[in-house]
């Protein structure tokens, strides 16, 4: 089993650059970034191949994962997007990174 620090799947730059697949052997296929965030068009959770090796369609692109505080709730995506951009102070925060 492959294993990722906190500390790597923290840093969002390298984080994004590391991608895993999985395939089903018939063409269809699941792939992502470690932290969940499809940077590619191709990226899902369920890319089915209806005419291999062509005719793909990704019917499952992702999860979201959030967290509720105080009946406040924070998708993942913000949080990651707040790192990014730096214009939401729950960033820091939130470590819902892995």
Not at 33 to 56: E, M, S
Not at 80 to 97: E, T
């Amino acid at each position: 089993m492959i294993q990722f620090k906190r500390k790597t799947c923290g840093d969002l730059e390298p984080a994004l650059h590391r991608e895993w697949l999985e395939t089903s052997g018939l063409g269809g296929f699941a792939s992502s970034t470690i932290i969940g965030l499809n940077t590619r068009r191709y990226h899902g959770l369920l890319v089915a191949a209806t005419k291999p090796p062509v005719g793909r369609l990704v019917l499952l692109s992702k999860l979201e994962k959030t967290l509720l505080i105080d009946l406040s709730a924070y998708p993942k995506t913000l949080a990651l997007l707040a790192r990014v951009s730096g214009s939401l102070d729950i960033s820091d925060a939130l470590d819902l990174s892995c």
